[in-house]
């Protein structure tokens, strides 16, 4: 079942592809809504959301909040290339993203937690004390300010693509992740670096079971 994954997702694009050549819709212009866009490619709305989230960390449209979806420059993009990657991804393949995905994210809290000024950031505590009174936070979210706070633009934006590669879906943290999160938050505040990377491979290892 895995294995299909990265097929329906390429069929699903490209249906998409063709619906918005089909339409004329320029860059700039807004997309069908996802009840739309489900009835017309004959698929469920999730399978719609999890497409367009795929190609929003993309950059190949863009969704604004509480305003819809809108078409990037689809020639700014190698959209051939990223379909290919898509297609040949086996299970080793998905692993490396997987793991290269890992290495963005604790290249961003080395630097952080190294960083006094980054480490005692309020957002810190805002996500800690959510963790605490709401039991979850969401994921993408998180690591997202992570690496933005690191300062590198670049590895932000292979990020983005990376977590879009491995089809990692964008939800709250669960219960067994919780610990480990709150491990790793405090550890990073405190300025304790392997205790922080040690706590997000621990977070991974339960993130990705």
């Known amino acids: 079942m895995a294995e299909q994954q990265p097929k329906r997702f390429v069929e699903l694009v490209t249906q998409l592809r063709e619906l918005i050549d089909a339409q004329q819709i320029q860059p700039g212009e807004k997309l069908p809504s996802e009840r739309v866009l489900a009835e017309q490619l004959g698929v469920s709305r999730s399978a719609i959301r999890e497409a367009l989230r795929s190609l929003d960390l993309l950059g190949l449209i863009e969704t604004k909040h509480g305003g819809g979806t809108f078409l990037a420059n689809f020639q700014q993009h190698q959209l051939v290339e990223v379909l290919s990657?898509?297609?040949?991804?086996?299970?080793?393949?998905?692993?490396?993203v997987l793991a290269t995905t890992h290495m963005h994210e604790r290249e961003a809290i080395m630097v952080i937690t190294m960083d006094k000024t980054l480490r005692t950031l309020p957002v810190w505590d805002s996500y800690f004390n959510q963790l605490a009174v709401e039991g979850a936070i969401d994921r993408m979210q998180f690591v997202q300010e992570l690496i933005i706070t690191s300062g590198n633009r670049l590895s932000l934006k292979i990020w983005r693509q990376l977590v879009a590669f491995s089809g990692e879906q964008a939800t709250f943290t669960t219960e067994e992740e919780k610990p480990f999160l709150e491990q790793l938050i405090?550890?990073?505040?405190?300025g304790y670096i392997m205790e922080a990377t040690t706590a997000h491979k621990q977070w991974g290892q339960v993130r990705y079971s």
């Open 85 to 96: 990657m898509f297609i040949l991804q086996t299970q080793q393949q998905r692993d490396e």
């Open 186 to 190: 405090k550890a990073m505040q405190l």
